[in-house]
């Protein structure tokens, strides 16, 4: 069973896209081409590494403040089930293994660390004590946890390294990967 609202130590992922970038050999689809493109990039290594991140923990939360987060609404508004279903269908068709808990962060129009401020005040009730950003732009509060990836290599070991110490999790020396 999955964590749940009252769960005491929520840690959340944020911004985890386009941070897994590389070049990847998928086919060609008939979808949007930015999706397209998310599904043509991505680099596997980046990916076992968010997924290694998201096992960590059984309260871990993943949530998207990426552009990523405006693809595939269609018809049905921005952050409604069937719209963070399909965004779950496709963050999966990319590797990830998408925890139970997933949400974005609301669109607000102004930097992402203000939209970021907003998602962990609206969700109070989910006790969100730990969570890091992980980016490669920096639109973000100083004080906010960010872990800045290289734009052109994406998340790399020691930007796994720095996210397990801000989330309090056991060092990399310590486990098995």
């Not at 069973?1 to 130590?9: A, E, F, H, S, V």
């Not at 890091?132 to 906010?144: A, P, R």
């Amino acid at each position: 069973m999955g964590p749940q609202l009252n769960d005491p130590k929520v840690k959340a992922l944020l911004d985890i896209l386009p941070d897994c970038r590389g070049m990847s050999q998928l086919p060609q689809r008939s979808l949007p081409h930015s999706v397209e493109y998310g599904l043509l990039t991505i680099d596997v290594v980046c990916v076992a590494l968010i997924n290694k991140l998201l096992a960590m923990d059984s309260h871990m939360m993943l949530v998207l403040s990426s552009t990523h987060r405006n693809y595939l609404t269609y018809f049905d508004g921005f952050r409604s089930d069937a719209h963070l279903n399909r965004l779950r269908a496709y963050l999966t068709a990319l590797g990830l293994d998408v925890p139970v808990m997933f949400d974005i962060t609301p669109k607000l129009y102004v930097e992402r660390g203000a939209e970021v401020a907003e998602f962990i005040m609206q969700n109070e009730s989910l006790n969100i004590n730990e969570y890091v950003i992980i980016d490669d732009s920096t639109d973000f509060y100083s004080e906010q946890p960010l872990v800045k990836v290289d734009p052109i290599h994406g998340f790399l070991f020691d930007d796994f390294a720095s996210c397990i110490r801000l989330l309090s999790l056991p060092a990399p020396s310590q486990m098995i990967i």
